[in-house]
């Protein structure tokens, strides 16, 4: 069936708003389902796309100085007006974060019998993969490379099942996020705490049994855990207002 989320082809995938964009994908499989993508060249529309696309890119190197000053809502708008031009709907919600859309997106999809791909840069999203939901994760090489995740590459990559990968998370931290972990702790000690005991909640239920450095560390640091775990995790029921269904491209302004 049809894909829904960020899903598909063509030079640019997807996009919501609130604190998320995806590039311009030149190397994308005309395989990826169409719902809430773009594709093909767009004439004017595209150049406007890729100069909003260009001034993001460069905005954290560029000095406080420089002139003129980016403004980050103009920026939004542009990518807004330059999507809808090119026939791909734009979701926000006040109050929540774009990938709390995505995944709600993904459990309505899959309610609905699709095969739902998520295109996504952010490793939060890694907890909704399942038989139905596949994440597209852009490779060292950018998105010119997609990572295709399903349970079985999740597990043989991290070794754990897809929804325990915010457990992790959050006793490493995410940099993305600006979310520090458990000093000294790895993904190689997070993932053999959680294996054996389940949950961040449990593990710290049980922080007197973890010896060393590390385990001193998790028992002056648990509230840092505790804080990731709960941003980490993503909302499956935002009000949208819109179903799967009708994510469907319309059409190209040019």
Do not use: C
């Not at 915010?166 to 000093?183: M, Q, R, Y």
């Amino acid at each position: 069936g049809p894909g829904v989320g960020t899903g598909g082809g063509g030079h640019v995938s997807g996009y919501d708003q609130h604190h998320q964009y995806d590039d311009d994908y030149d190397d994308i499989d005309e395989d990826y389902p169409e719902p809430g993508s773009a594709a093909g060249e767009v004439g004017d529309t595209e150049t406007l796309l890729r100069r909003a696309v260009d001034i993001i890119a460069t905005a954290p190197t560029m000095p406080l100085s420089s002139s003129p000053r980016i403004d980050r809502d103009e920026i939004i708008e542009l990518l807004e007006e330059a999507l809808h031009a090119m026939g791909v709907r734009t979701i926000s919600k006040e109050d929540y974060e774009a990938d709390d859309i995505l995944a709600t997106l993904s459990v309505e999809g899959r309610k609905a019998g699709m095969d739902v791909f998520v295109v996504s840069g952010d490793r939060d999203t890694i907890q909704l993969v399942n038989d139905d939901v596949t994440l597209l994760y852009p490779s060292v090489r950018g998105v010119s490379e997609l990572k295709h995740y399903t349970p079985e590459t999740v597990r043989e990559r991290y070794g754990i099942e897809p929804e325990q990968y915010p457990e992790i998370a959050a006793l490493v931290g995410e940099t993305s996020d600006n979310l520090t972990g458990i000093d000294k702790v790895g993904e190689k000690t997070a993932v053999k705490w959680i294996t054996q005991y389940g949950t961040v909640e449990n593990l710290l239920a049980h922080a007197d049994e973890i010896k060393g450095v590390v385990g001193n560390n998790l028992r002056e640091q648990r509230d840092r855990a505790e804080r990731n775990r709960r941003l980490n995790k993503l909302l499956t029921d935002v009000e949208l207002g819109v179903t799967p269904d009708e994510l469907t491209r319309g059409q190209v302004d040019e």
